[in-house]
């Protein structure tokens, strides 16, 4: 696939974590592209880094975590990118929605003058045509009553109106690539479905690039296309989400997949995971010189870290 | 069998809005259910349903506005002083956020030791040897007992929890949402806890969450609750494969699934 065709390309991407006692690796050798117009989950449980993945693309990192490798966006080197380029870009080409709204958004301020944020800081459309492009916005973000929700405060909306406002907010300046980080890990089942739904809808019709951070592999079966599964801060399997779901390759994806108990399943106990991460900072070692494996294609663009003896055992 | 908890149209009202102003709520509007010994029950619904408000007035955290709750055949609705403090010995719960729920600055120890330092139960030594019975009951090693909360997983902070509430030997362990904050691994292994201590010491438990699918792991019976009623109760089973609501419906449709592959447990798990 040419670079042309891709709207992100990450080649072994590292975050290093500085602290008082030294440092060490949360990321590392990460490797994965993102085709124009599609969707890739990156999944994984907590401490696996894939937010910090999502984070070092955006150029969203902490002082303490540093980014190095290469993140092309649209062939443009995101990592150390100057400042003032990253800013021109996020927010009008790449759009972030955050887990938590309730968080992400401020507080007091009215929703309209949060939204035309971005459209103040990237376009030159006057006051009057940024009302209206933000009532635009809301609307396709399935949301009615536009014009009083403009001039509320996030407090007064409900969960999934305020994931809405979010989306509607990433989405304002029409960007290329979407990166949501747990856009629904803080919803209802139902509103789950529906911010999925909207998530598909907007990406298709819109032409968006989705990158999709998830714990969830079920919310990546009904959103993405491909699937990269990140275990302890290196992507260990990615492919088609459906070759995956059907055929893991690895020990990780296969215990994630058996470790959620599903409706209509007879068994008495849940298979639990002999390789639950480590914490990173503990297993410093670990993460030494030998760097991470190789990952191996085991069918068409399916990869699979090489096993070593210890995981093939659990 | 009788009923080890019976809640008898409980209904509970808040009051909203400005003091003086009486306003009210009906978070809980008529729950009436009913909990065998040694039995799990598991309350399911969105966020607002009521089913932590259910959770809480079984528990005795806030008082029903109306209607009756029996347990162990006593009307424990009205309970007070010496008996209300009897009755929370058999009655304990298990939070949602191992991270808020535990006090920061208390050791395991202290944590476990505390329901017991509250109703004068066992001496110092004594405490120090069934805290140590009951880490291993949860699958914590003794180490932990000097150890604070912040050097503790998600996973093994639920855990002291659970050893936490078992500590006076309840009955009825009323658990809110204990696995939605947890990664599917650390979750499979609580969900396991649970249903091995069940087994072992005929515990019952009063299992909310939103989450079906673990649910349907654990409990024998499910109420669906919407808007503070319960819109259909019923065994396991019958339940999920033929649900009479549409709403019931709707949340199954609801859950994102997985392709079916072939289950690792299966095997093993059904014997």
Not at chain 1, 116 to 128: Q, V
Request: hydrophobic share 40%.
């Amino acid at each position: 696939m040419t670079t042309d065709t891709l709207a992100l390309s990450v080649q072994n991407l590292s975050v290093t974590v500085r602290r008082p006692g030294g440092r060490y690796p949360a990321v590392r050798g990460v490797d994965f592209t993102l085709a124009r117009s599609s969707t890739l989950g990156l999944v994984g449980e907590s401490g696996s880094g894939k937010s910090l993945t999502a984070l070092a693309v955006a150029g969203l990192l902490a002082d303490n975590l540093v980014p190095a490798g290469s993140a092309r966006f649209h062939g443009e080197e995101l990592i150390g990118m100057p400042e003032a380029r990253r800013r021109a870009l996020s927010g009008s080409r790449i759009g972030f929605v955050f887990q938590e709204p309730m968080s992400a958004l401020h507080p007091v301020l009215p929703i309209g003058v949060q939204l035309t944020e971005g459209l103040r800081a990237h376009t030159s459309l006057t006051r009057a045509q940024r009302h209206g492009r933000a009532q635009e916005l809301l609307e396709l973000v399935g949301l009615t009553k536009t014009r009083d929700i403009l001039g509320n405060r996030i407090g007064q909306l409900s969960g999934g109106m305020r994931q809405r406002v979010m989306i509607a907010m990433a989405i304002s300046c029409e960007p290329d690539l979407l990166i949501a980080d747990e856009p629904t890990t803080a919803l209802d089942v139902t509103l789950q479905k529906q911010v999925i739904e909207l998530l598909g809808g907007l990406q298709e019709r819109l032409g968006l690039s989705l990158l999709l951070i998830t714990h969830d592999l079920g919310v990546v079966a009904q959103t993405c296309e491909n699937v990269a599964v990140m275990y302890a801060g290196e992507i260990v399997e990615r492919g088609r989400t459906d070759q995956i779901m059907r055929e893991p390759g690895h020990v990780y994806t296969r215990a994630l997949l058996d470790a959620s108990p599903r409706i209509g399943d007879a068994r008495r106990r849940l298979p639990s995971i002999a390789t639950a991460a480590p914490w990173l900072r503990d297993t410093r070692e670990l993460a030494g010189a030998s760097g991470p494996a190789a990952l191996r294609e085991v069918s068409p663009q399916h990869w699979v870290r090489e096993q070593d003896e210890r995981e093939d055992a659990a | 069998m009788s009923a080890l908890l019976e809640i008898d149209d409980v209904v509970k009202h808040f009051r909203i809005g400005p003091p003086l102003r009486k306003k009210t709520f009906p978070a809980v509007k008529g729950v009436s259910l009913r909990i065998e010994a040694g039995t799990s029950y598991g309350l399911v619904g969105e966020s607002g349903s009521g089913k932590t408000t259910v959770a809480r007035m079984v528990a005795h955290l806030t008082t029903p506005t109306s209607g009756r709750i029996r347990f162990d055949g006593r009307d424990v609705t009205g309970l007070r002083g010496r008996r209300l403090r009897e009755f929370r010995q058999s009655v304990q719960m298990v939070f949602q956020d191992p991270y808020g729920a535990l006090n920061p600055r208390m050791t395991v120890l202290e944590l476990i030791s505390e329901p017991w330092e509250i109703h004068g139960l066992h001496s110092r030594a004594d405490r120090r040897r069934r805290a140590t019975t009951l880490l291993d009951q949860v699958g914590l090693a003794a180490s932990a007992l000097e150890r604070k909360p912040v050097e503790f997983s998600g996973g093994q902070r639920q855990r002291i929890m659970i050893a936490r509430a078992l500590a006076l030997e309840p009955r009825l362990i009323v658990a809110d949402e204990p696995v939605s904050a947890l990664d599917v691994s650390v979750q499979a292994q609580v969900l396991n806890l649970m249903k091995d201590l069940q087994d072992e010491l005929g515990l019952s438990y009063l299992f909310i969450s939103h989450d079906l699918s673990v649910v349907e792991f654990v409990c024998d019976r499910i109420g669906v609750m919407l808007l503070g009623e319960l819109v259909e109760e019923g065994a396991r089973e019958e339940l999920y494969r033929s649900p009479r609501t549409q709403y019931t419906r709707t949340l199954l449709d609801a859950i994102p699934s997985l392709p079916t592959a072939t289950l690792a447990g299966n095997e093993t798990g059904a014997e």
